[in-house]
């Protein structure tokens, strides 16, 4: 008799950064967990955090990070047992923290989008050249870019998601995450260029 395979295919927004088997194991937990396996939430929320914690800190401030981080999870807490297909738990985590951020950035009035201007936009998206990991990581942590192109780069460069994940997650249309990452990567050239990372 053959092994039945719970997660034949992992679909369209499968999580990228780590191997199928960490995506395989963290839909384990979820199920866990909504079958009324509490001890599930220790290691699932381990695996999660660190990338988690670090895409808040990125769009909101490592000021906020550990308040947002500690409200996401409770959410996630109260919410997962709602979670249709436990294998897009990553991509629904990082929607919540998306929104979490978000929030507050409205309340605390700093900029979530600047103007466009199309030129640059037409130029950047010719350059399909990925930014160097010291280069984005002095980007990500400056001031010059706005928190909705910032979530875009975060999300695509550092978590390893597809454009069409990145959308999903953030809720926009595939367009806008497009305009997004190439303004975000015209930002960086720019400060490059400027010389201030």
Known sequence: MQPIELF???GPLSWHRGDVATSTQEAYWVLRLQCGDREAFEPLIAAVQPSLRRYIARLAGIESVDDLLQDVLIIVCR???WLEDPKLFRPWVFRIASRAAFRHLKKGRRRLEEPIDQTVLDRAATSAVQPSEQDLE???DSDALSAASRAVLVLHFEEDMTLVEVAAVLEIPLGT?????????ATLRKELQKGRL
């Not at 995450?177 to 990567?185: E, I």
């Open 79 to 81: 919410k997962v047992a």
């Open 138 to 140: 002095r980007f990500l």
């Open 177 to 185: 995450v497009k305009s997004r990452l190439a303004s975000g990567l």
């Open 8 to 10: 034949p295919q992992i």
